[in-house]
C-alpha cells in the first residue's frame, strides 16, 4: 500500500522560516533510515502559500484563481512524503520515530485506478496503463 504523509504547515513555514542545520540533519538522518528499509518513494518540502495559487471550479465550467498567501496556515502543507507498506499502522509506527518536536502530519492512503473498477472500462484502463508507463520512462528509479 502507498501512503500519502502530508506534514502540515506552521506559521513559521509560511513565513519562509527554514529548518535549523540540526533539524534538517535529524530529517536527513530519518530519511535515510525510510530510503535504506525501502519505505521512502519520494518527499519534498513546499515553499510557503505566497508562493502559491489556489484554482476554483464552479458547477457552470468557470474557474477562478487565487494567489497566495492563504490565512488558515493549520490547513496548509509545508512538505509531503509518499512511502510504501503493508498497512495505514505501519506508517503511523514509522511516523512516530520522525524528529518532530511539534505540529501535525496526517497520513492517506493512496488509491490508483483499482478504486474506479466499477466505472473503469478497457479503454480507460489502457490509457491509465499507457499513462504510467510513460511516466515510468520519463522517472526511471
Request: proline share 6%; net charge negative; charged share 30%.
Amino acid at each position: 500500500m502507498r501512503f500519502m504523509v502530508i506534514v502540515k504547515a506552521s506559521p513559521e513555514s509560511e513565513n519562509g522560516q527554514m529548518p535549523s542545520a540540526e533539524e534538517l540533519a535529524a530529517m536527513g538522518d530519518f530519511n535515510e533510515e525510510l530510503v535504506k528499509a525501502g519505505v521512502m518513494l519520494a518527499g519534498d518540502g513546499l515553499y510557503p502559500s505566497a508562493k502559491g495559487a489556489r484554482v476554483r471550479f464552479d458547477d457552470k465550467g468557470s474557474t477562478t484563481v487565487v494567489d497566495g498567501p492563504f490565512t488558515e496556515s493549520k490547513e496548509l502543507i509545508a512538505g509531503f512524503w509518499i512511502w510504501e507498506l503493508p498497512s495505514l499502522q505501519d506508517a503511523v509506527e514509522w511516523l512516530k520515530k520522525a524528529p518532530f518536536r511539534a505540529g501535525e502530519v496526517e497520513i492517506r492512503q493512496v488509491h490508483g485506478a483499482e478504486a474506479f473498477e466499477e466505472v473503469m472500462t478497457p479503454e480507460l484502463q489502457a490509457q491509465e496503463d499507457r499513462l504510467r508507463e510513460q511516466i515510468t520512462a520519463r522517472n526511471p528509479q
